[in-house]
């Protein structure tokens, strides 16, 4: 992830929270200085991950957007090397590994589902795939930024609301990402906060795998058939542990 080497002032991110827990994690073992900043609709569950790896955790606003621009202001201040959740090179090259993985695991994949928020997760692992399988976005119904983004045919300001908010709702989609989507990607559909949260409430008392609303969000489009299978080997992305998960039941 820190491909570059870090200045004297450290790193600075902005997160919903997984993104920061990662950044504030390799800034540890690597000895350097973190601050992250997270809007207020960050999980405790979220924040208490980023305090535990050391970083100088910041709230900042109540949405996405709010945190990265305060981060942003952060970097030009101090010099600290920012690293964007989803809209930066070396971003996406690590969320290309999570295609190479599946592809390993999986090579015949007929569809592969996952849950779009700034779209470097779904950017990563098309650029990887680059048309060797469907690939297909899911986004919260509160939270269409993809979907908008591939109508008007650029990105573009979208809703930013829903259950998975701290993780699923920027403002809009990354830059640098919206071309391998728009190039690669099958299309996107929404699923409702209910179907979401069912989709959490199966996936624990099933498999006893506890997913915040984000990393549900795929399966969620699975279970609630919001999209149809096509062909017989489907990959479903759960993306996101950090819950306390003690209301699935």
Request: net charge negative.
């Amino acid at each position: 992830m820190l491909a570059r080497p870090a200045p004297a002032a450290g790193v600075v991110a902005a997160s919903g929270g997984n993104h920061g827990a990662a950044v504030a994690f390799a800034a540890m073992r690597l000895g350097i200085p973190a601050t992250i900043f997270v809007p207020g609709v960050a999980s405790k569950a979220k924040l208490e991950q980023i305090r535990a790896y050391g970083a100088d955790l910041k709230i900042a606003g109540d949405r996405y957007a709010d945190a990265l621009a305060a981060s942003e202001q952060f970097a030009h201040a101090s010099g600290a090397l920012a690293i964007h959740a989803f809209d930066q090179v070396e971003t996406v090259l690590g969320q290309a590994t999570v295609g190479l993985e599946f592809e390993h695991d999986a090579p015949e994949l007929d569809a592969l589902l996952v849950a779009v928020g700034g779209g470097g997760l779904i950017g990563g692992i098309t650029a990887w795939y680059r048309g060797r399988t469907q690939l297909i976005g899911v986004e919260p119904d509160q939270a269409p930024t993809m979907t908008h983004a591939l109508a008007a045919g650029a990105p573009v300001d979208a809703p930013a609301g829903g259950l998975a908010a701290d993780s699923l709702a920027p403002r809009r989609v990354g830059e640098l990402v919206f071309p391998i989507v728009q190039r690669f990607v099958a299309g996107t559909v929404l699923v409702t906060d209910e179907a979401i949260r069912e989709a959490q409430r199966t996936l624990w008392r099933v498999l006893r795998i506890a997913t915040e609303p984000g990393g549900a969000a795929a399966f969620a489009a699975l279970q609630s058939r919001a999209w149809r299978p096509v062909g017989k080997t489907i990959g479903v992305l759960l993306c996101g542990a950090n819950t306390s998960a003690v209301d699935l039941d």
